[in-house]
């Protein structure tokens, strides 16, 4: 069996690796060559401008705007969403307690769990249309057409005050399923002894959550962390479809991956897009690794 | 103002794959989706020519194929398939024309446009159009001067030039040279239900006095005046308030703005036409508006529950589908906002939109332009309005024909201004970023902040931000 090692191996990489070298990679390097020019992305590439496109964003408000707004994503969609994720896949894998011998979720949690990963299911741009009915700014809109006749409605994405944290809850809504499967499989590999013993010795849920089930799934909260925060860095598909005249009002939702976008489609500024692209391309390296440096601990062996 | 054919939740199917291509991926797919850098300026193909001859004035090569792409947004593509083609054919029998349509023109035509490889005749609309101005200046869209000096296709003794209504040329052309047949004819004003009016004994307003002396009526009424979608549509709202602008002080204030003249924003015009509105903004919108997008508002009109809407005469067509019975589409000029106003009450700005062009690079941009030759004949023009309800630029192709109640009322509004009918502004197309910008403040104006002086000085330094980027080409007009 042993000849046949290398032809297999080969045969498995050589067509992703071609694949991933050609589209991403080359890519990646073309984006960064373009970065140094002024070019409309119409015709050939001719005006060298150095550094010129990042020192134009110095002065471009809705870049700093766009930042800000995926800072205020990566602050808070982590966050909220491994909390929820942590909080409903603890609940659902013991937070039933223990009775006869079996550690359990809480009643009805099979249900729970499909009813928490449908949102996965649908395609994002189907959930953003979904959501721009939800957040209509008159009583036609779903929120709105639950309060009381008398109530002024809520503008939320036309407010420019309400429209990010709509796209954040939007965000929050659709990802915390799929942590909940992911910490759910994690918790199931926690041999459930630890659980018993601890129960035994009178340990409450809130005990078993901190002192047990966070730290025997670090790892696990750790890279969704840092998935979570790579889809900070994103939100397009929202941001384009939900909100008005796209990332307004008045900038208010603008984020970088629109920006980089708009510039390059509708601007007629690929170079400077490409820019805005390597920009991003190293905000999320340095993200990722500042994430995985900060959480390093030592590793809990069950 | 090619936005305005735009099918949102056609937009939004192709989403997902966009939002796949973005995220990390943004970086890589900014120069994949441009495609081939470098290549672009590999030369020009062998290009399909004939001999030129009365008969062939473009001096097409008669068997060679041609290529076109059609926008397919509130116009529909029949047009094409079924007057243009049909006719094109008749007269060149072998030339096999390859015909296909797309909701983006952008995603489909920019990677082949940059591969050196583009089709022969597109029509760049949408709101994913490519930005013209940049299409110019990279030399990729074909020198129209010999199809406007070229006889018209059933016309006598015209040239097409002189078969169109005036401004048409000048529309599409950039620093005085025509690169692009700009087809629809579109009439800008208030829109209102005719019926609705009647029965209510309201009659439109002339002055701005009446204006606002009418709009207390309606609020009275419990009818929301004056209404625009702020989530996709405020640029319906910046031709109000520039129409105005030009009103007040001819259309030499607009010609500053798209020269990116200094002060042309917060030249008084600007400034009169910013406070006037601001004040209906205040007054008489419904705040709601500014979450909503063009079908939604329009909606709303159908069912009399808003008076007024800003907008082209494509409405109507638009609107076809949805429009209850007894519901009468007509528009009514811009009202007059001071008593000095250098254009009367009457005047209207009517402009040619739509852009259709030949591609420069293409296998056979004489075939693309004698495609154009034939959408410009005076039967495709008629056909053309009779499917879609718009008037074309053919000057008088659609005389003496039944058309709809609001084309009908485009019509006389136009016939009523006379000589004071104005093509309005360019900046638009020319500079997207601005457009952009023009969108935002005007939506700040009338939902949020009512201070013209702000809308202006904003406008003023985003004008003067392009006219000091050089990665912007610039253009000018007289």
Known sequence: MRHGKYPFIIGFLVVPVAIYVTFVVWAYIQAFYLSVYEWSGLGPVENFVGLGNFRKMFDDTTFWQSIKHNVFLLIFLPIITVVLALVFAFLLNVGGGHKGGVTRGVWGSKVYRVIFFFPQLLALAIVAVIFGRVFGPDKSGMLNGL?????????????ERYAMGCILVVLVWQAVGFYVVLFSAGMGNIPTEVYEAAAIDGASRVTLFFRITIPLLWNTVQVAWVYLGIAAFDAFALVNIMTVDRGGPDGATSVLSLMIYRNAFEFSQAGYASA????????TLTFAWVTLSATRRESVEA | MTDIFTKPELDRRTLLRRAAAV??????????????????????QDQATG?????NPLG???????????????LGTKYATDVDTPLFNKKWPEAKVTYSQTEEISTQIQPRINAGNPPDMINNSGSKLMDFGAIVKAGQAADLTDLFAAPSLDIAGKTVADTLVPGAVEQ??????????????????????????????????????????????????????????????????VRALLTSAGKIGTEQVLKDIDNLKEGAWTNDAVKQAAEAWAGIGKNYINKTFLGLRHTEVQLQQNQDKVAFYPCGSWL???????????????????PSVTASDKLPATAINAAAGEIYFAAAKGKNPQGGKEYLRTMLSKEAALEFTKLTKSLTVVAGASDGVTISPGLTSANDAVTKAGKDVFMGYLFDTWYKKLDDESRAAANDLMFKDYDAAKFCERMEKASQAVAKDSSVTKFTRS
């Open chain 1, 147 to 159: 309060f009381p006749e008398s109530w002024q409605p809520w503008l939320f994405l036309a407010d």
């Open chain 1, 276 to 283: 805005l692209g390597v920009v991003l391309f190293f905000l």
């Open chain 2, 23 to 44: 995220g990390l991926l943004a970086t890589p797919a900014v120069s994949m989706l441009s495609a081939c850098v470098g290549s672009s300026d590999e030369g020009t």
């Open chain 2, 51 to 55: 001999t030129k001859s009365a008969d």
């Open chain 2, 60 to 74: 097409i090569d008669p068997k060679a194929g041609v290529e076109i792409v059609i926008f397919n947004g509130g």
């Open chain 2, 172 to 237: 599409g052309s950039y620093d005085g040279k025509p690169f692009a047949v700009n087809y629809s004819y579109t009439v800008f004003g208030l829109w209102y239900n005719a019926a609705l009016f009647k029965k209510n004994n309201w009659t439109p307003p002339t002055t701005w006095a009446e204006f606002t002396a009418l709009c207390d009526k309606i609020k009275a009424a419990g009818i929301t005046p004056f209404g625009f979608a702020g989530a996709n549509a405020s640029y319906y709202m």
């Open chain 2, 316 to 334: 109507e067509n638009e609107q076809a589908k949805d429009t209850p019975s007894g519901f009468e589409y007509a528009i009514a000029p811009y």
